[in-house]
């Protein structure tokens, strides 16, 4: 059970949920504590966004999947999760360029990771997540208490996990944990 989500352009939940990529880059929420984002849970459901979403914030590669869940875009007031991650590590890119270097790993566009990671004071946070599908989607209403420019929702009820089996298999995940490790190990904090 799982009562914690965390939004994030629903480009990017779907590119999680094909496993096309197996981290989440985050700068900070406007509506969060001083415009710094925090990790404040290890395991959420992925709270799919529409808001804010642009073509050009995702690579050429992910327009056929912005186009996709645009077209499965659940009603207006209807909460869908189906996905949820648990963090297996957090980083702290300092520099541009290592920023840069995750393109692969990735569906955002460069010019997208360039704006985050400049805005503000310049970094950006990396959080590798082990991604799970419940065999179910869990439908609820979109709450105006889950409204705004923040990353973390507390659900009105716990979702059950049961049942869920992870998009990637063991030895896919270590791949990716390994690359990240060869690429950012100088710049990590935990």
């Given at each position: 059970m799982?009562?914690?989500?965390?939004?994030?352009?629903?480009?990017?939940?779907?590119?999680?949920?094909?496993?096309q990529?197996a981290?989440?880059?985050?700068?900070?929420?406007i509506?969060?504590?001083?415009?710094e984002?925090?990790?404040e849970?290890?395991r959420?459901?992925?709270?799919?966004?529409?808001?804010h979403?642009?073509?050009?914030?995702v690579?050429?590669?992910?327009?056929?999947?912005l186009?996709?869940?645009?077209a499965n875009?659940?009603?207006?007031?209807?909460l869908?999760?189906?996905?949820w991650?648990?963090?297996?590590?957090?980083?702290?890119?300092?520099e541009?360029?290592?920023?840069?270097?995750?393109?692969?790993?990735?569906?955002?566009?460069?010019e997208?990771?360039?704006?985050?990671?400049?805005?503000?004071?310049?970094?950006?946070?990396?959080?590798?997540?082990?991604?799970?599908?419940?065999?179910?989607?869990?439908?609820?209403?979109?709450?105006?208490?889950y409204?705004?420019?923040?990353?973390?929702?507390?659900?009105?009820?716990?979702?059950?996990?049961?049942?869920s089996i992870?998009?990637?298999?063991?030895?896919?995940?270590?791949?990716?944990?390994?690359?990240l490790?060869?690429?950012?190990?100088?710049t990590?904090y935990?």
């Amino acid at each position: 059970m799982l009562q914690h989500a965390f939004k994030e352009w629903a480009v990017i939940c779907e590119a999680l949920a094909q496993g096309q990529q197996a981290i989440i880059l985050r700068k900070g929420g406007i509506a969060e504590h001083e415009g710094e984002f925090n990790v404040e849970q290890t395991r959420f459901w992925l709270y799919p966004t529409y808001t804010h979403q642009q073509n050009d914030g995702v690579n050429d590669e992910a327009q056929a999947l912005l186009k996709t869940v645009q077209a499965n875009r659940p009603p207006t007031g209807t909460l869908r999760l189906q996905l949820w991650a648990e963090v297996t590590g957090i980083y702290r890119i300092r520099e541009e360029l290592p920023a840069l270097l995750l393109s692969h790993l990735h569906c955002w566009s460069e010019e997208a990771v360039r704006q985050r990671f400049n805005y503000r004071v310049p970094g950006l946070n990396v959080l590798v997540v082990r991604v799970y599908r419940s065999p179910q989607a869990h439908e609820t209403t979109e709450l105006p208490a889950y409204d705004g420019c923040r990353s973390w929702v507390e659900l009105a009820t716990a979702l059950s996990t049961e049942g869920s089996i992870p998009v990637l298999d063991d030895n896919s995940f270590r791949i990716v944990q390994r690359q990240l490790d060869l690429l950012l190990s100088p710049t990590a904090y935990a």
